[in-house]
């Protein structure tokens, strides 16, 4: 296989791939959405401790899986503007023709940052009716509070996946991003 021929299929994989993540974004934010409201129902229809306990670990789940998405996107993009687009001559390729208009850019941020957001909202409001729901069902304060303390773990080990997500997308907070890398720093 020649060197533009394996460019060729490189970059065409790679864009397969980042619309292939885009597809299964959208349908884990229906399944999602679709998840909450089923469990939200039967939760309410057939009260226990574990219905109630188990929706903000779906909602957990559903975000690491929607910034896994995300970041799949992100690596492969930035995969195809540093290795891939140099060595295409005389062409102005996608990757860095948004780089350079970054109000482009700006709405996938923006649809990321809102939607994590929103989980995050749904995930504080789940877990407090939770932990109200426990406490009126007159389970031990051991029970309460060991729930919330795992709740709280759970959400800032997201919190912390969230960041560092947003901060290797941001190339102010990620200088390396704009420096072509060397094969031996490719492979450490």
Request: net charge negative; proline share 3%; glycine share 4%.
């Amino acid at each position: 296989m020649s060197t533009d021929e394996f460019l060729k299929h490189q970059y065409l994989t790679l864009r397969a791939e980042i619309s292939e993540s885009k597809s299964r974004i959208f349908w884990l934010v229906i399944i999602g959405v679709a998840l909450v409201l089923i469990s939200g129902y039967l939760a309410a229809e057939h009260p226990s401790a574990f219905a109630n306990a188990a929706i903000p670990f779906l909602l957990l789940g559903l975000m690491m899986s929607f910034i896994a998405e995300d970041n799949n996107i992100s690596r492969a993009g930035r995969y195809l503007r540093e290795q891939v687009e140099p060595k295409i001559k005389d062409l102005n390729c996608w990757e860095h023709w948004l780089e350079r208009h970054v109000e482009f850019r700006e709405v996938d941020h923006a649809f990321v940052i809102g939607f994590s957001v929103l989980f995050f909202c749904f995930f504080a409001i789940s877990t407090s009716l939770t932990l109200v729901y426990l406490d009126r069902q007159m389970y031990s304060m051991v029970v309460v509070g060991s729930a919330g303390v795992a709740y709280v773990l759970a959400a800032f080990c997201v919190l912390v996946v969230f960041v560092r997500h947003l901060r290797a997308g941001n190339p102010k907070q990620n200088p390396s991003t704009d420096l072509p890398q060397s094969s031996e720093a490719l492979a450490s």
